[in-house]
């Protein structure tokens, strides 16, 4: 039997006819792979075998709310930005082997810090640093993030968030405040409705791999943020812009410390401006010193001096101790124990009998001590808790002190009789203009407030604030009969410089001894000036309160120095609600004699809207000097060409034109007469 040959096997012919098919059929073994992969390393298998699936969340960045004046002008609003952060130790090995980037870390460094516009040193000290994140700089510009890109850096990322900016700059800087890099608010508004102005973050969850891919089938939620709500505050544009002009025109002639005004409306508390210089630009809060961005309107503690003298008027009106023409003998001083009270113009005014009318024109300091003395510690109290001395008045702005009360069980004689002109108590600016609008109101105390309404995003009103009263201090008789009296020291008194033709004004002045810190005494040579104004006296519908704390020269008393700023605020006020006027309003005011000189005073500037960030309103230069001209127009970003000499007394652009910053402004000067001798009397003591 034939036994059959094995069958060999062809390789050459396998080779050529299955050879083709090795690739796709590898191939097809991946996908399959991966498909089971999929399907059964899933999460409940990874969790089985310690391998899990992470549940990643992101926080979803609310856009905080607007802030505007009463006529809609935003002050405060939030734009979009990134934050730039870095790995350093990533970019080290990167540019160690060369890959991605030819740069060094200086080179680096010096690129970003010319944009960003910080120092190269610290950023090369950041990517010097062997950590694996680091933020290089926060809420940087789009336009300089594109720059930034261009570099193409390696190890650099991005990340969105938000930029607060205040297109007008210092414009009420210290009521608005500021919002920090973390995107809440620091002071003033921003601080004190935070919570109503950021809104509510929002959340995104999503489930990852631990390689951070996203499980496409995997559950995930989006929480959207709620926006923030807007705010409109009470500010008037025009009037807001007058005392931003008149804040720096004071502190530049009398080179104060620090000057302050706030206005309000008497009959509702509203705040219709406020402002303090020195100050600062929200949009850099960083470069200046933290004690800039005090509002001192509502946080200084400061002994108010004679401008107090109308609470120890209305509370002895109110209390039937004396009469508006009852006499006092006012020889110009009175001794108390051991100690001598004297008037501001003592050994300038004859002594004599006055009444209480002309006490209060002539701020007699003997007057009031007389007064304070029939009303006695309980009464005096009484009245001054009652407009609100010692405690905060509520204003919706953080940051608010309550003054300081000398407890009531410790006074004696001597202090009530200080207490009467304005010394030993504490009180705050906000404080006592409130009180001004309660005497002048017909009593009422009122809690003043700077934001009127809050609306949504889409403008759908959350809240109208309305005018709160706090309590009825005095009756309408006694609110009248100060009223007059206030008018009087305006016509016969240390107001005359607030007279406006047409317009019935009410005032008071105060000259505040400031106490040395050295001697722990009264200083000869500081004082705070004042003063505090009201109209029309019918129907208040503004009232003032200007203070420059620490005057330099001659010139240091509230009447002269502050009187005259009070008039243009009131009357640019006025203006702006449509009072009538008399024709010949832009009459000059005639200097005698026995009234302290002070520069000529026009009417106000009002401008012509609020400037954008490239533009500038042109300030009033009639009266200064040819150096005080010179100090105003640079710190407003213009120039100046002159001819003449002596004081400013032409000008084009006029006061109040909006003009581009850098533009020249023409002034136009001559020799006024000689202002009659200076006669300074021995201060308070």
């Given amino acids: 039997m ?4 094995k069958k060999k096997w062809k390789l050459a012919y396998f080779s050529r006819e299955f050879l083709v098919y090795i690739p796709l059929v590898f191939i097809v073994i991946c996908i399959v792979g991966r498909l089971f992969y999929m399907q059964v390393y899933n999460s409940d298998t990874l969790t089985a075998k310690g391998i899990s699936n992470r549940t990643t969340s992101q926080t979803l960045l609310p856009e905080r709310g607007t802030i505007s004046d009463s006529k809609g002008n935003v002050l405060s609003r939030s734009v979009l930005a990134q934050e730039v952060y870095a790995n350093p130790r990533g970019l080290t090995t990167l540019i160690q082997t060369k890959k991605f980037t030819r740069m060094t870390k200086e080179e680096i460094a010096k690129s970003l810090g010319e944009i960003l516009g910080q120092d190269s040193k610290s950023i090369l000290a950041k990517l010097n640093k062997d950590v694996l994140w680091i933020n290089i700089a926060r809420q940087v510009d789009l336009e300089k993030i ?14 969105n968030e ?4 205040y297109p007008l700059g210092t414009w009420a800087s210290s009521v608005l405040g500021f919002v920090n890099q973390t995107g809440h608010g620091i002071g003033g508004i921003e601080a004190y409705y935070d919570k109503t102005l950021y809104g509510t973050a929002g959340q995104s969850m999503s489930e990852k791999t631990t390689s951070r891919q996203e499980i496409l089938d995997a559950n995930s939620s989006i929480e959207p943020p709620r926006h923030g709500n807007n705010l409109e505050l009470t500010l008037n544009t025009k009037i807001q812009t007058i005392i931003e002009q008149q804040l720096v025109a004071l502190q530049t002639t009398t080179q104060a410390e620090s000057v302050t005004i706030l206005a309000m409306d008497p009959q509702t508390g509203k705040i219709l401006g406020m402002g303090t210089t020195p100050s600062f630009d929200p949009n850099k809060y960083g470069e200046v010193a933290p004690e800039l961005w005090t509002n001192r309107a509502i946080s200084m503690n400061y002994e108010p001096g004679s ?10 009106l109110e209390e039937g101790l004396i009469s508006p023409n009852e006499l006092f003998v006012d020889p110009g001083y009175i001794t108390l124990g051991n100690r001598t009270i004297r008037n501001w113009d003592f050994g300038v005014r004859p002594a004599g009998s006055i009444t209480f009318t002309q006490g209060m024109e002539q701020s007699s300091n003997v007057v009031m001590s ?12 009484k009245y001054l808790r009652a407009f609100g001395f010692g405690e905060k008045t509520g204003i919706d702005i953080a940051g608010e002190e309550r003054g300081l009360l000398v407890p009531q069980q410790s006074v004696k004689d001597i202090d009530l009789a200080t207490m009467s002109f304005g010394q030993s108590n504490l009180v705050t600016p906000i404080q006592l203009l409130t009180t001004l609008c309660a005497i002048v109101n017909g009593g009422t105390l009122y809690k003043p407030y700077v934001v009127d309404k809050i609306t949504t995003p889409d403008g759908v009103l959350v809240q109208q604030n309305q005018p709160t009263v706090i309590r009825k201090v005095i009756s309408k008789s006694t609110s009248d009969e100060m009223v007059k009296m206030m008018e009087s020291v305006v016509i016969n008194g240390t107001g005359k410089l607030t007279i406006i033709p047409g317009i019935r004004v009410g005032g008071k002045s105060g000259t505040a001894q400031k106490i040395d810190h050295v001697t722990r005494s009264y200083s000869p040579t500081s004082f705070i000036a004042s003063f505090e104004a009201f109209a029309p006296v019918d129907n208040p519908k503004i009232a003032v309160l200007v203070i420059a704390d620490s005057p330099k020269g001659v010139e240091y008393e509230g009447g002269p120095l502050c009187s005259p700023v009070a008039k243009i605020i009131l009357q640019g006020a006025l203006e702006e609600f449509n009072v009538p006027f008399s024709n010949d309003t832009k009459s000059t005011i005639l200097v005698t004699e026995k009234d302290v000189p002070v520069r000529p005073v026009t009417s106000p500037s009002v401008p012509e809207r609020p400037p954008l960030a490239s533009e500038v309103v042109v300030p009033n230069l009639i009266g200064m000097t040819m150096r005080q001209v010179g100090e105003t127009v640079s710190k407003s970003e213009l120039h100046f060409n002159f001819n003449g000499s002596g004081l400013a007394i032409e000008q084009d652009p006029v006061g109040g034109k909006v003009v581009a910053k850098g533009v020249i402004v023409e002034v136009k000067f001559a020799p006024l007469p000689p202002a009659p001798p200076l006669q300074t009397p021995p201060p308070t003591p």
């Fill in 2 to 5: 034939e036994i059959p040959k």
């Fill in 162 to 165: 938000s930029k607060r900016i």
């Fill in 307 to 316: 401008t107090f003298k109308i609470v120890t008027g209305s509370a002895g």
């Fill in 370 to 381: 007389q007064m304070s003395l029939r009303l006695g510690a309980t009464n005096f109290y």
């Fill in 146 to 159: 594109e720059q930034i890109r261009k570099l193409k850096l390696p190890g650099f990322g991005y990340a």
